[in-house]
């Protein structure tokens, strides 16, 4: 793994999501948790960056990094590549107007060279949307500075604000 101190994050971000998930606790905010991962806080300060409480705690295969994919399939760092550049279109720039999306689970295994039956171990962990989406804005002027990082849920009207944070 490229990143051991990011992955051993993920790692215990995902017993948390479990934790969480499974109802051994109830936790309503990410700070309620950080007493579950107290060696990723002094390792990784800006942790609850990477982690919502509000998702169903799949993967978006379509938002994604490397490192992520490459964690929960267990493909090559090569392949993994692969697989986000793919998405990033012809200008091989995320984020952009000519991005690819994967439609099917079918082609996210085929994209990822696993067979259905290695495919069927990961599936569950994956999803082709997200249910809620992390912005993060930050605007400067005369020297002021603002990041507002709001957790929103997608494709409901009207947007429904789970969390809105200024830094």
């Known amino acids: 793994m490229r990143n051991k101190s990011f992955v051993l994050l993920l790692l215990v971000l995902l017993a948390v999501t479990v934790v969480v998930w499974m109802g051994w606790r109830s936790y309503k905010t990410t700070s309620e948790s950080q007493r ?8 990784q300060p800006d942790w609850a960056n990477f982690f919502t409480i ?3 705690g799949k993967i978006d295969v379509n938002l994604a990094d490397a490192d992520t994919i490459e964690l929960i399939t267990g493909v090559s760092p090569a392949t993994a590549d692969e697989f986000v550049k793919y998405r990033w279109g012809p200008d091989g720039k995320p984020f952009t107007l000519d991005d690819r999306v994967y439609n099917s689970m079918d082609e996210v295994r085929a994209a990822l060279g696993m067979s259905p039956e ?4 990961v599936e569950s962990l994956m999803t082709l949307t997200s249910e809620v989406d992390r912005i993060e804005s930050t605007g400067i002027i005369a020297g002021y500075e603002k990041t507002i990082a709001v ?14 944070q200024e830094k």
Request: charged share 15%; no cysteine.
């Open 36 to 43: 579950l991962a107290v060696p990723v806080i002094e390792k």
């Open 54 to 56: 509000w998702g169903d």
């Open 118 to 121: 290695q495919f069927q171990l």
């Open 151 to 164: 957790v929103a849920t997608r494709n409901t009207s009207p947007v429904r604000y789970l969390s809105w």
